[in-house]
């Protein structure tokens, strides 16, 4: 037992983490030193603090390193803490004033101090254990990895939800911009070539009417009728793309009209049910809308369902939205419907996307988001 247990790969690699522990720890135990003294000292200087911010930010770098180490040569899955700001956008003494209330950073700058004593120690248990105790060294290497492993559990991985959640909320903030510039760019591409194209027509239409209303008054007539239609068409595509942006309806009546009309366009019967004491904030009122409408779109394109039902309550500090059909099923994330984009954006605002869907149906869509409340109309 105990010579298969030896000769286990594992053991090895931990032979391997401990064995380099002693020449690791004495780098990282130099560098603690030099860079928090030197800063310290220099602290009443104009390159002290920059020069402990630096140290800092090396920290990190060395923290991520002996990560690295644990997950190859322990074994361990260790998660790496939220990054600091790239780039001070703020100004360079906030983006420094951060650096130097990292947490991450002075965890790692302790576990870099206290490693020397300790590499010193398993190092050398583990040199005298593969000369003379090699009875019980896999027994003796499992308990000082085990330790190594706590470690790096309390010093290196993420001290708790706190900071995991800015990681997810850094994270988020991209899915947001990156959502807010393509709807820029769609609301760009949709006034130059609707709207904005056949206004140019129009106007170019009235040019030429004008120019034929004395010598053929008839064709300049026509020409007005025409461009009168053109007039209506360019009105109902601008309503069109504000009802992209943000549906009067639903400023002016709340969630329940504004569904009801979306309800209206879908190519199935839809039942509306919105229990709803009070309207939610503006942001989120927006939110639910284009779920709403943009769920019941893929109903007319891809369910082939004969009903379909909008359900929209408050639970809590939630408010829940279910849209259901009786079509064929078979709805994902991954097939291009627009349903893995909807996740992200209610995951964005921390809300929850989940979707039922086996093949032949029925289709359940449940959306969650935090209730926020309604802020007060300004007076006038």
């Not at 602290?43 to 630096?54: F, I, N, R």
């Amino acid at each position: 037992m105990t010579a298969r247990i030896a000769f286990d790969r594992l053991v090895w690699k931990e032979i391997g983490h401990l064995l380099a522990n002693f020449p690791i720890a004495l780098i990282g135990f130099v560098y603690v030193v030099f860079m928090v003294s030197v800063g310290a000292g220099l602290s009443v200087t104009v390159v002290g603090l920059p020069l402990l911010a630096a140290g800092l930010v090396g920290a990190r770098l060395l923290g991520r390193a002996e990560r690295a180490r644990a997950r190859l040569l322990l074994g361990m899955t260790v998660d790496e803490p939220s990054p600091l700001p790239q780039t001070p956008r703020d100004g360079l003494l906030p983006w420094l004033w951060a650096v130097l209330r990292d947490p991450v950073a002075w965890r790692t700058l302790l576990y870099g101090f206290i490693r020397l004593p300790w590499g010193v120690l398993t190092f050398t248990v583990t040199l005298v254990g593969l000369i003379i105790l090699w009875p019980v060294l896999p027994y003796l290497i499992r308990g000082l990895a085990n330790a190594d492993r706590a470690m790096v559990r309390g010093l290196l991985s993420p001290s708790d939800e706190l900071e995991r959640r800015i990681a997810e909320l850094e994270s988020d903030r991209g899915v947001v911009v990156d959502t807010a510039a393509a709807d820029l760019r769609r609301i760009e591409r949709d006034l130059h070539d609707g709207a904005q194209a056949r206004l140019v027509a129009l106007a170019m239409g009235l040019g030429l009417a004008k120019e034929k209303l004395l010598e053929d008054p008839q064709a300049a007539a026509a020409m007005v009728d025409e461009a009168h239609g053109e007039v209506k068409l360019a009105l109902q595509e601008l309503r069109d793309l504000a009802r992209g942006i943000h549906p009067a309806v639903l400023t002016d009546r709340g969630l329940d009209a504004a569904l009801s009309a979306v309800a209206s366009r879908c190519t199935v019967p839809v039942t509306v049910t919105v229990d709803l004491a009070e309207r939610p904030a503006e942001a989120i009122e927006g939110i639910a809308y284009f779920t709403v409408s943009e769920l019941l779109q893929n109903v007319s394109k891809h369910s082939r369902a004969r009903s379909a039902a909008v359900e929209v309550w408050r639970a809590g500090d939630r408010m829940l939205i279910q849209v259901s059909d009786d079509g064929c099923g078979g709805a994902r994330l991954d097939r291009g419907t627009g349903m893995a984009g909807l996740a992200e954006r209610l995951g964005a605002v921390d809300g929850l996307f989940v979707l039922e869907s086996p093949a032949g149906g029925p289709t359940t869509v449940t959306a969650e988001l935090p209730w926020r409340h309604r802020a007060p109309a300004p007076a006038r």
